[in-house]
């Protein structure tokens, strides 16, 4: 064990926050280099550098601490990294993928715009094991401050040495680089965002080769999410068990849900994983307007709609959230009340796909557009009894016959909506008009 | 190798292979439209999924590799299933515009959708609509047909050199663009319209003119450059309606370029010499074939009784065929003339070679090519492909050029010196190497020389990347090189740089059929077009020349032809470059006629004509033949070009060419210093390069580059005391004219750079031309 010495203080109390990712946010001036440096910053990497603890022993640790990659796939990260081949000769990137562009995912911003450091920390630990000499972190389009902030981080970061030549005097050779996007979805996917990075139209790549043997400018290159590499300097620090016993059964840690929707206290939520809907839900304080819960999208749109009933007693960790037929995502939690129409909410969420398209496969950019005319024709009351099998079937035919998972993820929500509230869609296409009254587009 | 299992049958494959190229192999059918062989795998358009055991996806054939005990189903339900939704949405936005569609016919996505579609849609939305842009005069465009397969943008990059296409936009607006205002500018771009496996890119010469099923095919050879690259023509109503290639992987692979495309835009221009035409009483007259050869037999008896038959030239263009080329010697022969040649640019050279040294396909896997004096993307546009190849592959080129002309490939070093340089460049690598390798002797015509030159850095790294182990080294003297002065002393030291390291020497000679002329024994050393006309003819018989254009060696061929007695011209088109002719025979264009070229490789190839001659023309080997029967020569009596053929080349296929003329002693280069002269560089552009070429529309009505402006690099302009707003005096057919001057950086110092149809006139009071140094 590394952090024998290290006090572990897990929060008795399941109902509250854990913050771990976000562990400045509460503290005065969050971001900055020296409220890092207080709470014990920093202090990984140098113990790391100083003692030279081997690669293979950091990559042993976070393999017990069972973390999962937090944009979405959740592959465990620690056999993710024994995949780079950090023997071979030549430039080897390591890459943090801030690129969160599906509607109701909002967690890496908060993590840069709080807490840049333990990001930084995390990245140049990630570095030291997989060798590589260039990071970068890929910043979502849409948020220029934060992409400003953490120029900014980056800068103080290299004025303390722990980024640059000779990190700690220890003859380790590092450096991490902001690359602002231009907001295109598309770009969260690794491939299409290492396109991007190299200059060029962000457009998944076909796989295999695999970013480690071939990524960026084709050298091995390892790209991770936001949380994951923030997650690192607290593993080294209290240890992979203690992270893992934070969380559930093959669901270790912590995870920030992003609730937003219906509830009175929209926001970023870390907790550990595990804890049930209801107590999540009664966090982001409940249902606003004293309404009834309708349903969520546990974790971005990306994945399943689940109706109330069955996401009630279910619990926010990778199996609670697969068993009521979703799954955990990005921890985007969209929660919607009965006043939520879902003829205009898909039409919303496939007009998203649609747009978001990259165009390159057949399948994704035909059929996404096909989808949401389907359904804006079914919201503008032409809708045809014979549309709802025809949706069905075309984004059953979407989904796993393109290059990425973005013509999986269009099918998604089509498939869930109409499944669990066919009724719903039945009546719209009857009566042209919604079965819930005068709602919002 | 290892086992898998298609369609349930076992087969053997290489490791590596994906399972398109295996079902490609074995004759199993998978549709697909990104895919290509040639271009890198996409992976886009998902027609190719097919279904392989343990898999739960379909995969997409032409990305997947074949595994050990792989089992791929082709024509599963499964497969079926994928290919039918993918088909189902290609069309959704596909107009139904067939009718009306150029490529209604010969269209992938039809024929695949006739095989794999439904019969109904099921689409009733909207259909998305695509502006159409404008790519240029060769490319018509019908956007909203594309189905974004990106097989042009590949080409473009991968082929052409440069991303001049892209699919611009995300999901459904994607859509293929060139960069704002700028059109396809690639010597390569036709090709493009073959790939596209829909009506989106198609000729815009040919659109609407004919519809596929009504063309007849029939191959034939171009004769524009010296590669012989594989044609197919399309005949309607006895014209030729359109070209395109004819797979050959050892010539043309499946491209051709846009010369060899589109030049067929001229073969019925107006200009066509329709019947023979006499010049009585200053006035052109059409006249019978018969009282054509009449006049000629009379004038010709009459001059060579007056002047002796040596005093008649015989002077072809280099894209003669075999038979043309082997009756007009025998003709010259039967006459007792010894002054026949075909090499109409060269200015000094002595020199027959136009052997590139090894095969087409060889140059791809060559190490390192140093090309000297050439132009290549102007003067062989697909050769210049094979070595953007061989960069690919992770071979290093070294330019040595007038002219840092973008080649759009890596070059690793280059030499920018006027073309009067090239040798001392040469000996210095020389040099290095001698160094290097301290070799006391390298050879006695050039030992003494050696010891006078000293190498610089850039010599001494070329002679680093040649001296590298294991490295295949090339070296070619591309045209421009050849038609120097000094090309006999380039060739002797290319040779003995290339031999020094067991390398490649060759020529990239332009000269379509000049391998074949220097097999038939013609540009024999001493007498080449430059030193026959300086010799005042009497009659000059020119043949497929158009002679102030074509015939670069000489500065002022229309004075020659004003001088000489009587002027007969075999030519299929008649111009004001004729005036000074005293008869016109119409001869038919490479089309119109059988014959047999043999490429800068040494391949022969035969072809016919592929259309009927025009109005009265009639094929050169003909009107030889005739015109040997009238001049009363004995074995003048051959009935086809099967037959000439047969008298030349061997029954089996070992030929013996003639060996190449080595100079005695190198006697031309100039180690003096040339700061105070000024050089000269010309450019023949591609779509310049012969008769047929310069008629074709379409090919001139792209921006043209190097066409009337004199580009001079600023320094030397300093030097000339010039700007870029003064005028530079060149001439053309003895009339003075005053170009632009245009800075240009490219080019050498003390170098004027001018297309090839203006001669130097050099008046201007600062220029001294560098005195000859004889060593």
């Known amino acids: 064990m590394i952090t024998d010495t290290a006090e572990l203080r897990i929060n008795p109390v399941i109902k509250k926050e854990f913050p771990l990712c976000l562990r400045t946010k509460f503290i005065n001036n969050p971001a900055s280099i020296e409220t890092y440096l207080s709470i014990g910053g920093y202090e990984q990497i140098k113990r790391v550098l100083k003692n030279k603890i081997t690669p293979e022993a950091l990559i042993e640790e976070i393999k017990i601490s069972g973390l999962r990659g937090r944009g979405g796939a959740g592959f465990p990260t620690g056999l993710k990294w024994s995949f780079m081949p950090r023997a071979s000769q030549g430039d080897k990137y390591i890459v943090c993928n801030s690129d969160e562009g599906e509607p109701g995912t909002f967690k890496d911003r908060d993590i840069i715009k709080y807490n840049p450091h333990q990001l930084i920390e995390g990245m140049i630990i990630a570095a030291y094991i997989m060798g590589a000499k260039t990071g970068y972190n890929y910043i979502h389009g849409e948020i220029w401050g934060e992409y400003c902030s953490f120029e900014e981080a980056i800068k103080e970061a290299r004025a303390a040495g722990f980024l640059g030549s000779n990190i700690c005097k220890s003859n380790f050779n590092f450096d991490l680089h902001a690359v602002h996007g231009y907001g295109a979805y598309i770009c969260g996917e690794e491939t299409a965002l290492i396109e991007s990075i190299e200059g060029k139209k962000g457009q998944p790549r076909f796989k295999p080769p695999f970013p480690a043997t071939f990524g960026i400018y084709g050298k091995p290159t390892n790209v991770n999410n936001t949380e994951t590499y923030a997650t690192i300097p607290w593993i080294l620090e209290y240890g992979g068990q203690a992270f893992s016993d934070l969380g559930v059964k093959n669901s270790g840690g912590t995870k920030i849900f992003s609730v937003s929707g219906h509830v009175n206290k929209p926001g970023n939520y870390e907790i550990q994983m595990g804890m049930p809907f209801k107590d999540l839900l009664d966090l982001a304080g409940g249902v606003w307007n004293d309404r009834k819960l309708k349903a969520v999208i546990p974790g971005g749109p990306s994945t399943a709609l689940v109706p109330a009933k069955n996401i009630l007693n279910a619990t926010m960790d990778y199996e609670g959230l697969t068993a009521i037929g979703s799954s955990l995502g990005a921890g985007s939690l969209i929660v919607m009340d009965d006043s939520t129409c879902m003829v205009k909410t898909l039409k919303r969420l496939s007009y998203f796909f649609y747009e978001e398209s990259c165009g390159q496969c057949t399948p994704c950019r035909e059929g996404t557009g096909w989808v949401y005319r389907i359904i804006k024709r079914i919201v503008d009351g032409n809708g045809k009894p014979e549309d709802l099998r025809l949706l069905t079937d075309v984004s059953k035919k979407i989904s796993g016959r393109t290059i990425c998972a973005l013509g999986d993820a269009a099918a998604v929500p089509v498939l869930s909506f109409i499944n669990h509230f066919e009724k719903e869609f039945e009546y719209y296409i009857r009566h042209g008009r919604s079965m819930i009254g005068n709602t919002h587009d | ?775």
């Open chain 2, 1 to 775: 190798m290892i086992k898998i299992k298609i369609n349930g049958k076992s087969i053997e494959v290489e490791p590596k292979t994906t399972i398109i190229q295996v079902a490609d192999k074995v004759g199993i059918d998978i549709p697909r439209f990104c895919y290509h062989k040639k271009l890198t795998v996409a992976a886009n358009c998902r027609m190719c999924l097919v279904e392989v055991k343990n898999f739960p996806k379909p995969l997409p054939a032409c990305a997947t590799q074949v595994m050990e005990g792989m089992e791929i189903s082709t024509k599963s339900k499964f497969t079926k299933e994928a290919q039918q939704s993918v088909m189902e949405f290609l069309l959704i936005n596909h107009p139904l515009d067939c009718p009306i569609c150029d490529q209604g016919g010969e269209c992938d996505l039809q024929d695949t959708a006739m095989a794999y579609g439904a019969s109904g849609t099921r689409y009733t939305e909207e259909k998305r609509v695509v502006f159409n842009k404008n790519i240029g005069p060769l490319i018509s465009t019908d956007l909203t047909r594309c189905i974004q397969c990106t097989r042009c943008v590949r080409f473009l990059k991968e082929v052409g050199g440069v991303m001049e296409l892209g699919l611009v936009g995300r999901g459904e607006h994607a859509e293929i663009s060139a960069y704002v205002d700028k059109s396809v500018e690639s010597e390569l771009s036709g090709n493009i319209i073959d790939l596209c496996p829909v009506g989106a890119l198609t000729s815009k010469p040919f659109r609407y003119s004919a519809r596929t099923w009504e063309l007849i095919r029939r191959y034939t050879i171009s004769p524009h450059d010296s590669l012989g690259s594989n044609l197919e023509t399309h005949i309607k109503n006895n014209i030729v309606m359109r070209v395109l290639p004819k797979e050959n992987e050892k010539i043309n692979e499946c491209w051709i370029s846009d010369r060899d495309r589109y030049s067929y835009e001229g073969l019925n221009h107006e200009d066509r010499l329709t019947h023979p035409m006499l010049k009585k009483n200053n006035k052109w007259i059409k006249v019978e074939w018969e009282e054509a050869f009449e006049f000629i037999t009379q004038k010709l008896n009459k001059i060579t009784q007056s002047y002796g038959a040596d005093s008649v030239a015989f002077i072809m263009s280099p894209q003669s065929t075999l038979e043309e080329g082997f009756l007009f010697n025998k003709l010259a022969k039967s006459m007792g003339s010894s002054n026949i040649d075909y090499r109409i640019s060269q200015k000094g050279s002595e020199l027959n070679g136009s052997w590139l040294g090894c095969q087409v396909n060889d140059i791809e896997t060559l190490d390192l090519a140093v090309i000297i004096g050439a132009n290549l993307r102007q003067e062989q546009p697909l050769l210049a492909h094979r070595f953007r190849k061989m960069t690919s592959h992770g071979g290093s080129i070294v330019l040595i050029n007038g002219l840092d002309d973008e080649l759009l490939m890596p070059i690793k070093e280059r030499v920018i010196c006027s073309p009067t340089e090239y040798s001392i460049e040469i000996l210095k690598i020389i040099k290095s190497i001698q160094t290097h390798k301290k070799i006391k002797s390298i050879d006695k015509s050039i030992d003494s020389i050696l010891k006078k030159i000293t190498t610089d850095s850039n010599s001494q790294k070329i002679s680093q990347l040649i001296l590298e182990k294991n490295v295949r080294v090339g070296i070619f003297l591309g045209q421009g090189a050849l038609d120097l002065e000094c090309a006999n002393d380039l060739y002797y030291l290319s040779n003995i740089l290339s031999s020094l390291v067991d390398g490649i020497c060759g020529s990239l000679s332009n000269y379509a059929n000049g391998v074949g002329l220097d097999y038939l024994g013609i540009g024999a050393p001493g007498i080449n077009t430059k030193n026959i006309l300086k010799k005042n003819m009497a009659a000059i018989i020119t043949m497929n020349i158009e002679p102030d254009i074509d015939i670069t060696s000489d500065t002022n061929i229309q004075s020659h032809l004003k001088a000489s007695k009587f002027n007969i011209g075999i030519t299929p088109y008649a111009s004001k470059s004729f005036d000074a002719y005293d008869c016109l025979l119409p001869m038919s264009t490479f089309t119109e006629s059988s014959g047999t070229y043999i490429n800068i490789s040494r391949q022969v190839q035969s072809v016919k004509a592929v259309v009927s001659s025009l109005a009265e023309s009639r094929p050169a080997w003909k009107i030889l033949r005739v015109l040997g029967n009238y001049l009363g020569y004995d074995d003048f009596n051959y009935d086809s070009t099967e037959e000439i053929v047969g008298e030349i080349l061997p029954s089996n296929t070992l030929m013996t060419y003639p060996e190449i003329n080595k100079p005695e002693k190198i006697n031309t280069i100039n180690i003096r210093s040339t700061t105070n002269s000024l050089q000269s560089y010309t450019i023949v552009r591609h779509e310049d390069s012969d008769m047929i070429v310069r008629r074709a529309r379409a090919l001139h009505a792209r921006d043209a580059k190097f066409s009337d402006v004199v580009n001079i690099h600023p320094t030397t302009l300093k030097r000339l005391k010039l700007t870029d707003k003064n005028l530079f005096e060149v001439e053309r057919n003895g009339v003075k004219i005053k170009l632009p001057i245009h800075s240009d950086l490219r080019v050498a110092l003390n170098t004027v750079c001018y297309h090839s149809k203006y001669k130097p006139s050099f008046k201007l009071p600062l220029i001294k031309v560098a005195d000859k140094a004889t060593l």
